[in-house]
């Protein structure tokens, strides 16, 4: 498996100093598959370049002179210096690049384990080989091997359950208050970033309306219209208090906008229904006395990052888990790769012909009852000679130089024409 | 009939396994097969009642034994009721052992009824109790979810995810499905209450005696009413209607056994072993 060889940086190597200069967009990412596949020393290359990694996945024939290619392809293709990043290069060969891309793939190897996108952005690398074919047999099959892992990790452990950012954090909350966040209207006091975050969230999960709350109305108005919303003024504030089930508090106010008083008088009007509030503001905007009283629930900055901890903590007891299957699947994929080699092949070739051959010969004597045991005799030296003959041409051919540069190419043709690897293994592939 | 009764103990009690597994490990198939259990033993009970009825043609309630385990059939069948519009279940932790735990108890007592007793026959008494068990077994699925609902509202409120934040369903789940056992059990409740009344009536020519039954009969009657008043009058919602669910849980434990074994009145025989 020393073919493989995977030579990158990422966020826990490089600083984003380093990191920003090697961001490929996709015209970038192709001219640079081509440039690698030109070059002699590499038969196979994918690129993956997401903003917290870049990572050149390679198969070649002579480690050393492609791990030499691909520092320089770095160097050359984004004008750095090679002693400016070397030191934060990471170089792993055969096994150790086959388990470093699983883990990439199935967000092991993320800033935030379990985040979901980076199986997208390594299908988007893959396709990218693709279309410029400079992917092989090698490497195709590493990276359906990969999304297969990736897959079944998500389905098999835990690690992508659990809110990791505060607006998630937020809704998994709302929905242990509200059951299901359908005609839930939301209220918003001050019109921030993070607000506007959260509301984008809580919409998709179908909240009602929204209602928009700033001081300067203007800008309440703009963030109200963007979602189909109503906009008041900071004054009306207590007559809506009534009628929303969630409100998400980001002003800038240094004192407390929402008293326990006012909320206190709310909670009567509404006939006790649960109130919801997010203080996503430092300094904070609700009196946090308001979790005191029945049905209301306050949660803080503080609070949400504590069950966003707790999450964190939970993803990583999963990762345990997600990293035994990525062991499995690293000897898999070790298994297979040793069965390219040429022997196993031809002698796995050779007992497959033989094996049909002598079956059929057996059915065909049995019908003759009348032969004698020389003629059966014959007829077995002729079957014997006709598998030879068969088998001579693509042994030779196999074992031969004729193949040579792309010799793994040949094997796992002739495995597959032959039909060599059992079903059982062909079915656990398909995903 | 005892192997029946020994049937449907084991169905409860392999039940309550399955539920409580389903409670730490949070598989579905867990909750299923512990679901199919309690139908089972709820089905191997309606046939011993069954039977018992069309024997002597009364419903059997004629010393603890029985009554006890009418009580566990009413508790089984009220939950397996409430699950096809509330599918809650985690609540199937608390049926299923206390279903059994019941039926356990009452094999502790002898079978035979004391005298059979003519007393207990006629439409009227088969409808008086009859509702008022599955009230009172309504009544207890009320106070279990109150009891669910207290520990998500601490688990929220304290900003503690314990063990139970993400195995205890949605406080709006708890809220209304407490809030139905308790409608509808106030319905049972006030259905026999009536058609013991008239029994009453008919037996000894009045409505009402001042029987210390049936006056915590009727503290329990209104004690659910002022419940059921306030919450639709100022919104008693939530961590106080889950309190009240428990309160008045108390209540009718008292008057269901309490008003048996510490005063007197004419449900006695209802007790008796």
Same mark, same amino acid.
């Given at each position: ?32 598959? %081509? ?76 800033? /935030?384990?379990?985040? !979901? ?131 998400? %508090? ?37 009196? !946090? ?17 504590? /069950? ?21 699947? /690293? ?12 022997? !196993? ?10 094996? /049909? ?36 041409? !693509? ?37 | ?108 007592? +002898?079978?035979?009824?004391?005298? +059979? ?13 009859? $509702? ?7 009544? $207890? ?27 205890? +369903? ?41 029987? +210390? ?61």
């Amino acid at each position: 498996m020393d073919k493989i060889l995977l030579i990158g940086l990422n966020h826990k190597t490089a600083p984003v100093e380093i990191r920003e200069c090697f961001a490929f967009s996709d015209t970038d990412a192709r001219s640079a598959l %081509s440039a690698l596949d030109a070059d002699s020393a590499i038969s196979e290359a994918i690129l993956l370049s997401t903003c917290n990694r870049v990572e050149l996945l390679l198969c070649c024939h002579d480690t050393e002179a492609a791990t030499t290619a691909a520092k320089c392809f770095l160097a050359q293709s984004k004008q750095v210096r090679l002693s400016d990043f070397e030191s934060a290069l990471y170089i792993h060969r055969g096994e150790a690049a086959v388990r470093h891309m699983f883990r990439v793939a199935s967000s092991l190897d993320s800033m /935030v384990v379990g985040e !979901p996108q980076i199986l997208g952005q390594v299908k988007t690398a893959y396709r990218l080989a693709t279309e410029q074919k400079s992917s092989g047999v090698i490497l195709n099959r590493l990276l359906h091997r990969t999304f297969f892992v990736a897959k079944r990790i998500r389905t098999e452990t835990g690690i992508g359950d659990h809110a990791v950012s505060i607006s998630y954090a937020a809704i998994e909350l709302a929905r242990k208050i509200f059951g299901t966040l359908d005609n839930r209207q939301v209220l918003l006091v001050g019109a921030g970033e993070m607000a506007e975050l959260a509301v984008e969230h809580l919409i998709r999960n179908r909240a009602d309306r929204i209602v928009v709350a700033n001081r300067t109305f203007e800008r309440g108005l703009g963030l109200a219209t963007r979602y189909n919303g109503t906009a008041i003024r900071m004054e009306e504030l207590p007559n809506y208090l009534g009628l929303v089930d969630i409100i998400i %508090s980001s002003t800038g106010s240094p004192e407390y906008v929402l008293q326990h008083g006012d909320i206190k008088g709310a909670m009567r009007n509404r006939r006790n229904r649960p109130l919801f509030f997010i203080d996503i503001a430092v300094p904070r905007d609700i009196d !946090p006395r308001i979790n005191q009283i029945n049905n209301a629930y306050v949660y803080d900055i503080d609070d949400l990052n504590a /069950v966003i901890d707790e999450n964190v903590e939970d993803r990583r007891r999963e990762a345990i888990k997600a990293e035994r299957i990525v062991d499995e699947a /690293v000897i898999q994929f070790r298994q297979w790769f040793e069965s390219l080699a040429a022997i !196993p092949t031809i002698k796995a070739l050779h007992a497959k012909i033989r094996a /049909v051959a002598q079956a059929e010969m057996q059915k065909t004597i049995s019908h003759l009852g009348h032969l004698t045991e020389d003629d059966r005799k014959a007829i077995e030296r002729m079957t014997e000679a006709m598998a030879n003959k068969i088998l001579h041409e !693509p042994t030779r051919y196999l074992k031969s130089e004729g193949c040579r540069g792309n010799r793994s190419q040949s094997l796992d043709l002739a495995r597959r024409l032959f039909n060599l690897d059992d079903e059982n293994q062909k079915k656990s592939d398909g995903g | 009939m005892q192997i029946v009764m020994v049937t449907a103990i084991l169905l409860y009690m392999l039940a309550a396994a399955s539920f409580c597994a389903y409670l730490f490990f949070q598989r579905n198939f867990l909750q299923k097969i512990g679901h199919m259990l309690l139908i089972a033993g709820f089905i191997c009970q309606t046939v011993m009642l069954g039977a018992e009825f069309i024997r002597t043609g009364h419903v059997p309630a004629n010393n603890l034994h029985e009554t006890l385990s009418v009580v566990a059939w009413a508790l089984v069948g009220s939950f397996l009721a409430l699950n096809i519009k509330f599918r809650l279940k985690i609540l199937g932790a608390y049926t299923a052992p206390l279903a059994a735990f019941i039926l356990l108890a009452a094999i502790q007592f +002898p079978r035979e009824p004391l005298q +059979p007793d003519n007393l207990l026959k006629g439409v009227w008494l088969t409808v008086h109790i009859i $509702a008022i068990f599955i009230g009172d077994a309504a009544f $207890a699925l009320a106070a279990g979810v109150g009891v669910l609902y207290l520990l998500q509202e601490r688990n929220i409120k304290g900003k503690k995810r314990g063990f139970f934040f993400k195995r205890l +369903p949605s406080l709006d789940l708890l809220d209304t499905t407490g809030h139905a056992c308790i409608v509808s059990g106030f319905t049972m409740l006030t259905i026999g209450l009536i058609a013991g009344m008239v029994y009453a009536k008919i037996l000894w020519g009045h409505f009402w005696s001042w029987d +210390p039954k049936e006056v915590w009969s009727a503290v329990t009657w209104i004690f659910y009413a002022v419940l059921l008043h306030e919450r639709l009058a100022v919104g008693w919602r939530g961590r106080r209607a889950a309190i009240m669910a428990l309160a008045g849980f108390a209540v009718l434990l008292f008057t269901f056994f309490g008003v048996n074994f510490l005063l007197k009145g004419h449900h006695g025989q209802f007790t008796q072993w």
